[in-house]
Structure formats: structure tokens, C-alpha cells
């Protein structure tokens, strides 16, 4: 699904240059559910974001579902972004203004679908997570664990092949966080790739490889007895 | 297009959106209203007066102390004025076009008629009036010298032949033919042939219901031992003529006072300055309004990026292109200018309409509106285009920053 090899992020500034990531390499396969942790300032958020071309890399290699990302365009990077991947954010970033409905249908209007076609998968996306009877409330009106079980219909309504999470529950209760992951766990379960970031041990056991990043390199990995198998998990140790 | 979504997401931020519709509203309707009445005074300011107004000048001549003949001084003047290199014509005046000062009367069709047929300006010149003046003769022919009588300002009598304009011929005579016919002054009972018709002069007054009405009557009226005469140069030496002739007739005369020596291009813009000042405060108005508007939509546009930066960048991460963001905050500006200027529509007619109440104003022209519209539009997507811009080049890795 995502492969990455000797990728650099560097930083730079009039006075210094920061290695955000440094000789990084990793490889996902699809269906996986993949948690990358570390401490803070480590480079994981910015693992996150050139993962899912928020941002542009330095060097290195990136393919994401086979398409070699470097020298893309803006707007090819959009597109890719738009129909590939699918982001759940710590702060859920659903907009206040549009209801639930409007929010998941966000996405989804930049894929220029069909009107039909968007509200048949605005509510479908709704109904997975639990949510279709409240399309017309607004963000506020919701708990915070709606409000990220809104932003996940959000990221599943457009299919994407990979769903990226940065912190998914860390402005959650332990109940509502529980109950995200359960959703996340099972959203995997039904084939979807996820990589999520967080800094939390925990919900790292659950997934099913674990990738720790100190300093923008990938330091270890784990993986479940089951998951022993994925020959493609590799780890680049700085020279 | 999100027409739907931004429309819905706008309703929950009510008060800028009424604030900056009701601004367009308003610079709309006064904006339509003030450049229509810049129009009209433009339109008013720049009507012909028929007759030549680059090359002529007027002045007078006040004569003082027992024995000065106001009669036999005119007629020196005039031959003295006519021998001046530089000089086409001159000729005794009592008013010319736009100076806001002059003679009116009654003419009718019968002699002693209850109603008058029409109103008329009057202007007393000689055989040299029409080249003078500049007047351009259409029909007939001009007075002879032997036509030309001295009167006074107390003399009550018809001349026996009278040059009309074309609008006061057509007046009197819808049917055409006015050459030849017979016409009544001031309610009288003695006939006077109309023996010349010219295309155009203006009455003085610049707010007369008969502007276009002026009767040339071939006579020498003095006001006491005062004479205003007008003279016309040759084309660009009117103003060295103005010189010589003041020097001259000093000379011609010391015990004179030569006054009021004026161009008539001076007399229009005395005349019509109010008119000029009107244009120049409403242009004013009109261009303020428009900037302040301009600034609000860039006010509130800006407002509303440094509000929605977060909300930039997710959509971004959600796959908007910067395109994408540039033609939402532009079509989020064109909702809130639409209903501003439907609002503003009916206002500038509700204000034109009150303007025709109180003011007697004419009716707006439809057109005025729908050309706000375009304007407007074009004015508010200008607005918004820099805090649009700035909203695209939000990166989409803010998504993912802790604010």
C-alpha cells in the first residue's frame, strides 16, 4: 500500500537545518493496521503528514498504491489525497458551520460525484458509524467521540485504500476512546489499511505492527505472532 | 458548485453576512441614484446653447455726467468695436444664453388672447446679431439695418419683424410653415412678422420650463446711459481682443466705466457651477461608498481566512485544491453580494421614487440597476480576491497541527 525508503525531511531555516526525518524507510501492506509511536518531536507527525502528502519530502522514494508520489504537482497531490487516503485527526477538524451531513459530504463534493451518488454514500458512511440519525445536528451538538466517529464517516464515505490517524482518541475519554478504536479495529477488519499515530502504548498493542520513531528514524518494530509474516516490514538504522 | 453548504454554513454566521449584505445594499442603491443624477447634471451642463461661446465676450459700458448721448456713444462703440483688428462682429446686447439675467414675454397667435400660446425670452440685437451671436439661420432672413429702432426700456410697443428659434416656431406652429405668419408680444393687439428662423438659442434662464423658446427682436435698448454689448473674435484670439477692446474704448471715452467684461465661456461655468459641484460631491460620495464597501468585503474576507485557517488546511487535507479554496471564498462573497444587491435593487428604486416625490427628480432609468449589479459583482470579487489567495496558500499540513 505505502512504501517508503531512505526518505529525508529536512527543515530549513536562514540559521539552521532540522532532520524531521532521516534515512526513513517503511513499508505497508494493504489490509494492515499499522501504529507508529514516539515521543514527542520525534518526527511521527511529520511521518503522518508526507504520508498522506500534506507535506513534500526532501529525498528519498515514496510510492503510495503504486504511484510514485515525488514531482507531483499541487493538484495532483489533492487528487491522489482526495480518492487514496482518508485522515482522522486528533481534534476531529470537522467544520462547526455544516452539519453532519455536510461535513461528510466535504470530501466527497471535491470528487465531483454525483449528487446522488455523494448523499447514498454520506449516508451509508453515517450509518457505519452509528450516527445516521443525527445528519442534521451540528458538531456542537455532539460528544467529542461522535464528533470522531463523524470525522471517521468522513474518511471512510470517500473509500479510500488507506485511512491515516493522528492521535485518534487523544482528546477522548478512555470510554469514547475505547469505543474509536473498536470502530477503527473493525473498519480494518473489513480490509481497509490504517496507519495511526500515537503516542500512546496502549492503543499501539492493538494494532497489529508497531513502528517506533526516535528522532526521525525508525528505531524498532514489533509485530503480532500472526503478523510475522509480512516480509516487507523493514527498518532503516541511521549509518 | 457548494452553493448549498455555504449558503447553510453563512446562515449560522448571521450578523457579518447581514452587515456586509446590507452595506451593498445600500452602496447600491445610492450609488445608482447619485450616478443618475451625476448623469442628468452632466446632460444639463453640457447642452448647446446655440450660439458661439469660444470666440464672444460681453461687457458693459457705463456712460457718466450731464450730456453723455447713450445713443450716439453705442453707435460709435459699435463702429469702433467692428474696426478692431481681431474682431468678427459685435453688436448690442440686453442678455445672452445661460447668464441667468433677461427679458421674457407672452407670444400668442391671436391679438389681445386670454392664454398665452407660448412663452418666450427676448433678445434685442441689430443686423449684426445673428454673426455675432453665431446663430445659425435655418429659414428667412436676417434684419436689415433700416429694421433696427431704438427703444427704451419702457417701450411697450411690437416690432414690426421677429427671428424665433426653431422650438418656438414649432411651438407655435406644429403644422410648420411659420415663416411669413403673424405673432403677438405680450398680449398686444399690433402684429409682428416672423421674418427668420434659427436653428437654436437658449433662453438665460437655466431652469426654464421654455429653454429652447428665444425671440430676436431688432432693436438698440440702452438700460439708462448703460449698454452691454458682445463681441466675437477671430477663433483663439479672443482673449487678447477682451484686452485691446477694454484699452479702446477707454480711450474712446473716459468718462465711462467699462465692467462686467466677461467670456461667455466664464458665464457657463458661473452658470452651471452648482451643477459641477453637485457632480464632483456625489462623485465623491460614490467613490467613498464603493471603497468602503471594497474594504469591508476585505475586512470581513480576511477576518474570516485568519478565523478558518485550521478549517483551510483540513479541507485541503481532505483534498481540495487551492483552486478549490480560491472559488469557495469567491462564491462565498458572491451569495452574500447577491442578496445584498437584491435588496439593494429595490432600495434604489424606493429611493428613486422618493426622489421623484419630494424632488421632482426623474424616474431612475431601468438599467441603472442591473449595470450596479455587474459592477458590484465584479467589485466584491475583486474585494475578496487577496484574502482568497491567502486562504489557498494555506498548506494542508495544518490539518494536522495542535493549535
Known sequence: MLSMNHLQKVYRTHLIETHALRDFSIHVDEGEFVAVTGPSGSGKTTFLNICGLLEEFSGGEYQLDGVDVRGLGDNARSRLRNEKIGFIFQSFNLIPDLNLFDNVDVPLRYRRFAAAERKRRIEDALARVGLASRM???????????????????????????????????????????????????????????????????????????????????????????????????????? | MEFRPILSALMRNKVSMVLIGLQVALTLAIVCNALFIISERLDRMHRPSGMNETDTFVFNSTGFGQ??????????????????????????????????????????????????????????????????????????????????????????????????????????????????????????STPTTIIGIVERMQTPWLDSDYIENSSLMPAYLPYGN???????????????????????????????????????????????????????????????????????????ASFWVAQRTRQIGTRRALGATRFDILRYFHTENFIITTLGLLLGGVLAYALSLWLMQQYQAPRLPWYYVPVGFVCLWALGQLAVLGPALRASRVPPALATRSV
Open chain 2, 67 to 188: 450730456g453723455y448721448d447713450v445713443r450716439s456713444v453705442q453707435q460709435a462703440d459699435l463702429q469702433l468695436l467692428r474696426s478692431l483688428p481681431g474682431v468678427v462682429d459685435a453688436t448690442s446686447v440686453i442678455s445672452v444664453p445661460m447668464s441667468q439675467s433677461g427679458w421674457s414675454t407672452s407670444v400668442n397667435l391671436q391679438p389681445n388672447q386670454a392664454t398665452a400660446t407660448a412663452d418666450t425670452a427676448l433678445y434685442m440685437v441689430d443686423s449684426h446679431g445673428l454673426s455675432t451671436y453665431g446663430l445659425k439661420l435655418v429659414e428667412g432672413r436676417n434684419f436689415t439695418p433700416a429694421e433696427i429702432g431704438f427703444r427704451t426700456v419702457n417701450d411697450r410697443a411690437a416690432p414690426p419683424s421677429v427671428i424665433l428659434t426653431r422650438a418656438l416656431a414649432d411651438r407655435l406652429f406644429p403644422q410648420g410653415g411659420a415663416l411669413g405668419k403673424q405673432v403677438y408680444y405680450d398680449n398686444g
Open chain 2, 226 to 300: 448703460t449698454t452691454p454689448y458682445l463681441v466675437r473674435a477671430e477663433p483663439g484670439r479672443r482673449d487678447e481682443v477682451m484686452k485691446e477692446v477694454e484699452q479702446r474704448m477707454i480711450q474712446a471715452n473716459p468718462s465711462r466705466v467699462i465692467g462686467r467684461m466677461r467670456s461667455i465661456e466664464q458665464v457657463r461655468a458661473v452658470s452651471y457651477a452648482g451643477d459641477r459641484a453637485m457632480a464632483i460631491i456625489l462623485g465623491a460620495v460614490i467613490f467613498a461608498l464603493l471603497a468602503i464597501t471594497a474594504l469591508g468585503i476585505v475586512g470581513m
Open chain 1, 136 to 239: 442534521k445536528h451540528y458538531p456542537s451538538e455532539l460528544s467529542g467521540g461522535q464528533q470522531q466517529r463523524v470525522a471517521i464517516a468522513r474518511a471512510l464515505a470517500g473509500s479510500p485504500r488507506l485511512l491515516l490517524a493522528d492521535e485518534p482518541t487523544g482528546n477522548l475519554d478512555s470510554l469514547m476512546a475505547r469505543g474509536v478504536m473498536e470502530l477503527l479495529e473493525e473498519i480494518n477488519r473489513q480490509g481497509t489499511t490504517i496507519v495511526m499515530v500515537t503516542h500512546d502504548p496502549e492503543l499501539a498493542a492493538r494494532a497489529q505492527r508497531n513502528v517506533h520513531v526516535i528522532d526521525g528514524q525508525v528505531t524498532d518494530f514489533s509485530a503480532e505472532p500472526d503478523l510475522g509474516q509480512h516480509p516487507a516490514v523493514t527498518t532503516a538504522m541511521p549509518a
